[in-house]
């Protein structure tokens, strides 16, 4: 993050200080300033992320409720299952959809 500007800025205010340089202090606290910019926009990138992932579920959620719970791919009748419980026809035939 910023720790690293953080510090080095506080060096160089402290060595403007110590030694009556007003350049090396103004350098100093911009430093400063950066370092804690760097770290409110790694913050930020955090909170956006939380976010992006939060829309992303209420998005799966929303979807769901549009299916009416539904996975996608299933019918609402249960028509075009794989297995019907080996009903038979009329004809005697077993009605099965994995009949040719």
């Keep these: 993050m910023g720790i690293t500007d953080k510090i080095t800025g506080r060096v160089k205010q402290a060595a403007g200080d ?3 340089d007003e350049r090396l202090r103004e350098e100093g606290l911009t430093e400063e300033r950066k370092g804690d910019a760097k770290e409110q926009a790694a913050k ?3 909170r956006a ?3 992006r992932e939060n829309a992303d579920q209420l998005r799966r959620e929303a979807a769901r409720l549009e299916t ?3 996975s996608e791919g299933s ?3 249960g028509a075009g299952r794989a297995d019907r419980g080996g009903q038979t026809d009329r004809g005697g035939q077993t009605d099965r959809a994995d009949r040719i």
């Design 18 to 20: 110590l030694t009556g």
């Design 44 to 46: 930020a990138d955090l």
């Design 49 to 51: 992320e939380k976010e």
């Design 68 to 70: 009416g719970g539904r």
């Design 75 to 77: 019918d609402a009748d």
